[in-house]
């Protein structure tokens, strides 16, 4: 099993650009959830999908976030526009349940730095 | 206010003694509490699952007890080793989410 994979690892951009982050899930897995981590704030989770289907987006700092599921597969979360204060570490977790019983499975994250 | 704190940002032990980590928790009312790993660069790795009804679990050097009239969970790691450097992250279900606390810095001396 190859866990969660994330692209890119980095990703440095210009204030006002769009800015993609990508995820595959543990095949088999029917959560996945997106956290963001900051030395401020920690893990702060943004949204979790389950069987594709966004659940809790409560987490989702404004509206130039957002964030798809277009198959078990494949998740995206996208920053339009970037300001500098995106600037963190960004991780896909995928796991078999959504309540404590089951541990989240890490991505490796996306560093984000928006200059 | 919902909180959750370990008891100290940083941890410095020397090699072969026990680390004790502290996961200390405000207005959740978690069934179960999990506790992940993290190393530079890399995503939290789960480690340990305990229930609301289990007051300690195994494995391994690890050990963990959760104490819900306390609110509070603690981890040990014993005849600690310098690979065991890294930072420790505790984390609820409260909900339908996962919270996670801010993590303690542990740091193994050779």
């Known amino acids: 099993d190859a866990g969660v994979i994330q692209s890119p690892r980095h990703e440095v951009t210009e204030m006002g650009q769009e800015v993609t982050l990508r995820c595959k899930p543990i095949s088999g897995h029917d959560y996945l959830f997106w956290y963001r981590q900051t030395m401020m704030r920690g893990l702060e989770l943004l949204i979790y999908?389950?069987?594709?289907?966004?659940?809790?987006d409560s987490g989702m700092p404004e509206d130039r976030f957002s964030a798809k599921m277009p198959n078990a597969s494949f998740s995206t979360l996208k920053i339009q526009p970037s300001e500098p204060r995106d600037s963190a570490v960004y991780f896909c977790?995928?796991?078999?349940?959504?309540?404590?019983?089951?541990?989240?499975?890490f991505g490796n994250g996306t560093r984000l730095t928006v200059t | 206010s919902q909180k959750i704190e370990q008891n100290s940002e940083a941890l410095n032990i020397q090699e072969g003694k026990t680390a004790t980590l502290t996961c200390n928790y405000t207005n959740y009312s978690p069934a179960y509490l999990q506790w992940y790993r993290q190393d530079p660069g890399r995503g939290p790795v789960f480690l340990l699952l305990i229930r609301e009804n289990e007051k300690e679990k195994r494995k391994e050097r690890l050990k963990v007890t959760f104490d819900t009239t306390l609110k509070q969970s603690l981890f040990h790691i014993t005849a600690s080793q310098p690979a065991d450097s890294a930072t420790y992250l505790c984390a609820l279900a409260a909900g339908q989410n996962f919270v996670f606390g801010p993590g303690t810095r542990l740091s193994v001396l050779p």
């Open positions: 999908f389950n069987n594709n289907v966004p659940i809790d």
């Open positions: 977790a995928s796991s078999s349940a959504s309540t404590g019983n089951s541990p989240l499975h």
